[in-house]
């Protein structure tokens, strides 16, 4: 894929600076797979450069069901996407988030295995049984929000996938639904392909030379994005006015796994550590009548684990950051 420089090479030593990125946008977009039709083809692209596109995965009628739930609760309950007077911390600069809508909103549980990309998604992590649900939650950017570019970052990593063998499955993956038409005008994600196995974006650079790329996703209203979240990416500005709705889900890998390291014989790959010490699952999913739902929704962090001991009680849950609806 060719690249076209839009901004000064940042060259320097300085990581500070490296994490900002290096100009060298990629002047074609990444194919898009259907996910049903193109699923392996989808799987090895996604192998091979740690995120992959899914064209319609989220037919109209879902579209219309999420953007009204936006609105919804955006008109009835201000407070939980940062819009009233206590304006939450984790908002300031990042648009609006609603951390947690599945605690009190059961009509959602259908999304969290949605056919449209989930099967995708577990052949990326190597099947049903290890999959596990991590976090599901929406964001905005609104209309002349002004919010400018985040710098380059991953998510969560575990220190073994820069010298594991096989590398796949990914530790952890991350689905971006777009809930609106993303292009250059609007706040879009962007990555830079076949990152995920560098420690920092400098040594992505100096190692990839010229087929370094930092490439912007663009695409219509149920486009999904899925990346392991060791690759490098980062929130484009767009024009400061044109708004964004995606909803935001991560997995995580459970089961263990036989695996080499350069310096060792076989050892065991743990499942996944739990990506974050806040998020809740509710009663209805944590404790599932049924035993594969329970399995999905079972990787449990310490707060989750406090709160089932108290019987769900919803001070405990209120205590907890972010449990405040």
């Not at 009835?76 to 988030?97: C, D, F």
């Not at 949605?114 to 905005?140: C, D, K, M, T, W």
């Not at 220190?159 to 609106?180: F, K, N, T, V």
Request: glycine share 8%.
């Amino acid at each position: 894929m060719n690249v076209k420089l839009t901004r000064q090479e940042n060259e320097s030593g300085d990581e500070a600076l490296a994490t900002q990125g290096f100009g060298r946008i990629a002047d074609q977009r990444p194919p898009e797979f259907d996910p049903e039709a193109d699923r392996d083809a989808a799987c090895d692209f996604f192998t091979d450069n740690g995120f992959v596109v899914l064209k319609a995965c989220l037919p109209s009628d879902d579209l219309a069901t999420l953007n009204n739930f936006y609105d919804r609760t955006q008109r009835e309950s201000p407070e939980v996407w940062g819009l009233g007077a206590r304006r939450k911390p984790h908002h300031r600069n990042q648009g609006l988030i609603f951390s947690q809508p599945l605690l009190d909103y059961p009509e959602l549980d259908r999304f969290t295995q949605h056919p449209g990309s989930y099967p995708l998604v577990e052949q990326i992590l190597g099947g049903a049984e290890r999959v596990r649900f991590s976090e599901f939650n929406f964001r905005e950017t609104p209309e002349n929000a002004g919010i400018g570019t985040m710098n380059f970052h991953h998510d969560a990593v575990s220190a073994d996938r820069l010298i594991r063998e096989p590398y796949m499955p990914c530790d952890w993956l991350c689905a971006i639904h777009y809930l609106s038409d993303v292009g250059p005008t609007t706040p879009a994600f962007c990555v830079v392909p076949g990152s995920n196995r560098f420690e920092t974006l400098r040594e992505v650079f100096d190692a990839q030379g010229d087929q370094y790329q930092e490439t912007p996703i663009y695409g219509n209203a149920g486009t999904c994005v899925l990346y392991d979240t060791a690759t490098f990416h980062t929130r484009l500005d767009g024009d400061g006015i044109a708004s964004r709705r995606t909803w935001h889900q991560y997995y995580a890998r459970g089961g263990w796994l036989r695996s080499t390291l350069p310096t060792t014989n076989k050892y065991v790959r743990a499942p996944s550590p739990v990506l974050t010490n806040w998020n809740l699952f509710p009663e209805r999913l944590a404790l599932h009548p049924d035993a594969k739902k329970r399995l999905f929704f079972s990787h449990w962090n310490t707060a989750q684990c406090e709160w089932v001991a108290s019987g769900f009680d919803p001070q405990v849950r209120k205590s907890m950051p972010r449990g405040e609806q």
